[in-house]
């Protein structure tokens, strides 16, 4: 069986160097790493779940594939059952930015590794820790799969310690240098958020001027990058 990904994860898999000893945390179906052993982008790959039913599936694509041999499963949240020398790349996706910080506080020598970070939800809580906690974010990227728009984090090496303005959060400044094509698309979702909210608060009883005011400001720098964006595809 020949491993046929979607745009979502194929996107991850592209992030992944050639030859690299990968770890997929929270594999599911075990697509992305059969995927690179069956293209040989890499040797060898360890696939884990916190839940057995998924890795039950991932051993019978792996099977499917003829790509058994070349992967390790592993029963475990996060990363807890790895050791920090058994792996070049560490994927994980398919998680809320919350719980992807959980898993690398848990293993701080990940900072140390290729990490290609895809989260469901909260990236911007995601973003705001990397950069607290010295992980160089060195790539971000998006991709359009089924009308949803995700945003993938390539990190490698240590960085400066920084904290971000909550505008540089929802639009990073690397989708910004890459002329991302779908930034305008990813921004219209976030300013549209941003007005509910704001106009939520506005019209409580409880209103506070200062979020007001902060909000305000957000919308308005969010709207000149999508300007900027917009002028991209001209």
Not at 36 to 62: H, M, Y
Not at 95 to 110: F, H, P, Q, S, Y
Not at 142 to 160: A, F, H, P, Q, S
Request: glycine residues 6%.
């Amino acid at each position: 069986m020949n491993i046929t990904l979607s745009k979502r994860l194929l996107a991850i898999a592209q992030c992944v160097l050639p030859g690299a000893r990968v770890a997929d945390v929270g594999t599911d179906h075990g697509y992305i790493p059969a995927w690179l052993i069956q293209n040989e982008v890499c040797p060898f790959a360890i696939a884990s779940d916190i839940n057995e039913g998924p890795l039950s599936c991932a051993r019978k694509t792996a099977q499917d594939a003829g790509v058994f041999a070349q992967l390790d499963f592993r029963l475990c949240a996060g990363l807890e059952a790895y050791e920090k020398d058994e792996m070049d790349c560490i994927i994980i996706a398919g998680m809320g930015g919350e719980t992807t910080v959980k898993i690398l506080k848990d293993a701080r020598w990940t900072r140390e590794k290729r990490l290609v970070l895809q989260p469901q939800s909260k990236h911007e809580a995601l973003r705001a820790w990397l950069g607290e906690n010295g992980y160089k974010v060195s790539d971000a990227r998006l991709v359009d799969d089924m009308g949803r728009i995700y945003i993938i984090y390539v990190v490698e090496g240590e960085g400066e310690s920084e904290t971000l303005s909550s505008t540089n959060l929802l639009a990073d400044k690397k989708l910004v240098e890459r002329k991302d094509p779908l930034l305008e698309a990813f921004l219209n979702v976030h300013i549209k958020k941003l007005r509910k909210k704001f106009f939520g608060l506005e019209k409580s009883q409880v209103c506070d001027d200062e979020i007001l005011s902060e909000l305000k400001t957000q919308i308005y720098e969010l709207e000149k990058i999508k300007k900027e964006a917009q002028a991209w595809q001209q």
